[in-house]
């Protein structure tokens, strides 16, 4: 069973940092490629940052560029998003999300066929 798995949320402080991590232990090849959304209540889920896992090229929403950093692991189907100089407005439910196929939508929720279940992510001011 294919199953994604979000690790490392929980409450920081502004402009402290957090370490997501994800996991997807289901699949028997690898991902395309893998990504990190986030949602908050009555809102759609929005785009934060994606990773090509071949190739390394990676992408994010302008919003987090040069404050999170999305990252392969060595283990097969292994991200990280690095949080640094943390805001409230970062406070949102985190997915984790990947693709076995080769899309031009990796900013897209479209672009992906496997998420995990979310992840709290809380700043206070």
């Known amino acids: 069973q294919e199953q994604l798995v979000e690790s490392g949320g929980g409450l920081a402080q502004a402009g402290g940092s957090l370490k997501l991590s994800c996991v997807d232990s289901?699949?028997?090849?690898?991902?395309?490629?893998m990504g990190w959304f986030r949602q908050a209540p009555g809102k759609e889920r929005e785009f934060v940052a994606s990773i090509k896992l071949s190739a390394g090229n990676t992408y994010y929403t302008d919003s987090v560029q040069g404050r999170f950093t999305i990252s392969r692991g060595n283990a097969k189907n292994t991200i990280y998003l690095t949080m640094n100089s943390l805001k409230p407005e970062d406070t949102d439910v985190y997915y984790c999300?990947?693709?076995?196929?080769?899309?031009?939508?990796?900013?897209?929720?479209?672009?992906?066929?496997?998420w995990g279940q979310g992840i709290q992510v809380t700043v206070s001011p």
């Open positions: 999300a990947g693709t076995t196929k080769p899309t031009a939508y990796l900013t897209r929720f479209a672009g992906y066929d496997n």
């Open positions: 289901g699949r028997t090849f690898s991902n395309y490629a």
